[in-house]
């Protein structure tokens, strides 16, 4: 009986998308980048790498073992997850574009977000029910730090600076 075959075919699909999740967001990042060259993309791709280097950084500092059913399968630590940070990052930036764009219709603000972070909760659920390589706590931290840090680097990169006090800097909404 192969690994996979314990799964039902949905499963299957989810546990297909996991494995290729990381290959699928560098991928959408390069076309973005290859269709569109300019300053935002550019920006957003290099926020991209900031948020995976902080979480790396957190996963040695933190160095949170993976849960029992994960020993020799993952050899790095668990704590946060890099995939729920990377995509949580990712949905947060991709909506707040989105979201702040005028000439997108009213669906493509809805749907767009949304299949996001559909997405994005697949995967989660995929890391921990379906792989056992994540704890719920694991990856609710990888989460707040890919939003944390999307919502920041939007600020930081979009919103146009006032002048005003330096902890306003972080309070815009």
Request: with cysteine; proline share 5%.
């Amino acid at each position: 009986m192969s690994q996979l075959e314990k799964y039902s075919l949905l499963e299957r699909g989810v546990v297909f998308l996991n494995t290729h999740c990381s290959r699928m967001v560098v991928f959408a990042t390069g076309m973005a980048l290859l269709y569109n060259h300019d300053i935002p993309t550019i920006v957003f791709t290099l926020g991209t790498i900031g948020n995976m280097q902080l979480t790396k950084l957190l996963k040695r500092s933190i160095q949170q073992r993976r849960p029992e059913a994960a020993v020799g399968v993952k050899k790095s630590h668990g704590m946060p997850s890099s995939h729920a940070s990377s995509l949580a990052f990712f949905a947060t930036h991709l909506s707040l574009i989105v979201w702040t764009t005028p000439d997108l219709g009213r669906q493509t603000r809805l749907l767009l977000p949304a299949a996001m972070w559909l997405y994005t909760a697949t995967i989660c659920y995929a890391r921990m029910s379906l792989q056992c390589v994540h704890t719920p706590a694991q990856l609710l931290c990888g989460v707040g730090v890919g939003v944390g840090t999307g919502l920041l680097w939007y600020r930081c990169a979009f919103m146009p600076v006032r002048a005003a006090p330096p902890l306003s800097l972080f309070l815009w909404w």
